[in-house]
């Protein structure tokens, strides 16, 4: 694949000229930044120009990122559908996956094992991946594989694993990033729902499948939508998004997806430090609990920690048993599991609301 990249935000509007000095025909790089996350539909699509010429470049908006932070937005310019492709993450795998592209697929690392964590119409599909053990896609061996678009968190760019985006970028690989993969230890991005969308959109742009970015974006808006609608005559509690981190508590407080998902449904949701201890957690009471979880067994294990934590017997929490443990990838970086991750929030803050079915949490 070949493609030029202007990244934003700088006065010179240097461009870098990637795999020699060809360009790709005909394309002229965007000088302006691209549009803001925006509130609805109509403006994720505004913000990744469409090539309807299969023989044109195409503007993709993501993120320049290197030492796990994200320090803007960039635009790369690309032809043709990206077919050799490689990806880190499980939430990224399965969604790429949805987008039909498992037959270009040369290696993928996830977190977990996928024949547990995929969604059942995506299971059959693991066999045909070229799995990689976890921790084992290592710079050499992605310099190797010769990708031409590299899937990855904001986490793998760092000098242990993949370095940069300008790295790869410089060598003629796409990359695209998710935007809410940010350092749970930190609030250096405000995160949204919009951003998953953003995500979603851009990637099914990428893989020339706008159509059918669209319709999981309108799904994702749609549930919203309706269960905004139909919680509005109930009380809306106060809640708290959680993960242990060892002996510290990260909070994922309304400047996170986290949330914005439950600010979104009416619940209320306080901002915090990154890290909050125990003192802090008895101090806000939530009515509901949630607790970042990574499978079944772990998801006993958190919520066992805080029903047989002396220090946190005074929670209302533990006196009603509204604890809710969420896996990861409901919570950071959602991308296709962003519907059901609405419709679950929506279940535990408002467990009367009838009709409204929601998948489990972990």
């Not at 996170?256 to 901002?271: F, H, S």
């Not at 294990?301 to 509204?322: F, H, I, K, P, Y």
Request: glycine residues 8%; contains cysteine.
């Amino acid at each position: 694949m070949i493609f030029k990249r202007l990244f934003l935000g700088t006065l010179s509007g240097s461009l870098f000229l990637l795999l020699g000095s060809v360009f790709c025909g005909g394309c002229t790089a965007h000088e302006d930044s691209p549009a803001p996350a925006a509130e609805r539909l109509d403006a994720h699509r505004g913000a990744f120009p469409a090539a309807h010429d299969s023989e044109k470049c195409r503007a993709i908006v993501n993120l320049r990122v290197s030492n796990y932070f994200a320090s803007g937005e960039s635009v790369q310019y690309a032809k043709g559908v990206p077919q050799r492709i490689v990806v880190v993450g499980s939430g990224e795998i399965e969604t790429l996956l949805a987008f039909g592209a498992a037959d270009r697929i040369l290696a993928a690392e996830s977190w977990y094992p996928l024949e547990n964590f995929l969604r059942p119409e995506y299971r059959p599909l693991v066999k045909q991946l070229p799995l990689v053990p976890y921790g084992q896609i290592s710079l050499e061996y992605l310099m190797f594989l010769e990708p031409d678009l590299l899937v990855a968190q904001q986490c793998m760019f760092t000098d242990k694993r993949f370095i940069s985006t300008d790295f790869w970028n410089r060598r003629g690989v796409l990359t695209f990033v998710p935007w809410n993969t940010n350092d749970p230890g930190g609030h250096a991005h405000h995160e949204t729902i919009e951003s998953e969308m953003k995500f979603l959109y851009g990637l099914g742009q990428l893989l020339h499948e706008e159509e059918r970015a669209t319709r999981m974006i309108d799904g994702v808006y749609r549930t919203l939508a309706d269960i905004q609608e139909r919680c509005a005559p109930y009380h809306k509690p106060k809640a708290l998004v959680i993960e242990f981190m060892g002996k510290e508590i990260a909070s994922y407080d309304v400047t996170k997806l986290a949330g914005d998902m439950v600010t979104r449904l009416g619940g209320e949701i306080p901002e915090t430090a990154p890290m909050i201890d125990r003192e802090t957690l008895l101090a806000i009471n939530p009515e509901v609990l949630f607790i970042v979880c990574y499978g079944e067994e772990d998801a006993r294990q958190v919520v066992a920690r805080v029903l047989n934590d002396r220090a946190l017997n005074s929670l209302e929490v533990v006196r009603t048993g509204r604890i809710c443990p969420l896996l990861l990838e409901y919570v950071y970086s959602s991308e296709v599991r962003t519907e059901d991750a609405l419709k679950i929030i929506g279940h535990a803050l408002y467990p009367d609301l009838k009709g409204l079915s929601a998948p489990r949490g972990f």
